[in-house]
């Protein structure tokens, strides 16, 4: 979906072209789409929430109750790795 908005932003693919394109190489060809640049980008953006998430459940600081602080870890590393993997596909896909 990212690299098919990105295409249809710099004018090179339609969207819904793109999303079809997508989906027809994911259930068609999933070792190919598994090994796409824009997939691994992906997967390393959940891998790292879910990493973070389950680790924030063992730390305690003082004054800070659990789930604020779960909420606060889980949100900046999710953000962090969503804005690299948006800025790497854009550069990528995007427009020279």
Do not use: C
């Not at 390393?44 to 600081?61: A, E, G």
């Amino acid at each position: 979906m990212d690299r098919s908005v990105i295409e249809n932003a710099n004018g090179k693919t339609p969207l819904w072209t793109g999303v079809g394109n997508g989906l027809k190489t994911m259930f068609t060809k999933p070792q190919v789409f598994l090994k796409t640049y824009e997939f691994r980008w992906l997967l390393l953006v959940y891998t790292s929430t879910y990493i973070s998430s389950n680790l924030s459940d063992h730390l305690k600081v003082p004054g800070v109750d659990q789930p604020i602080l779960k909420l606060m870890i889980t949100f900046v590393v999710n953000t962090t790795t969503s804005l690299a993997k948006d800025k790497a596909l854009a550069q990528r896909f995007g427009a020279k």
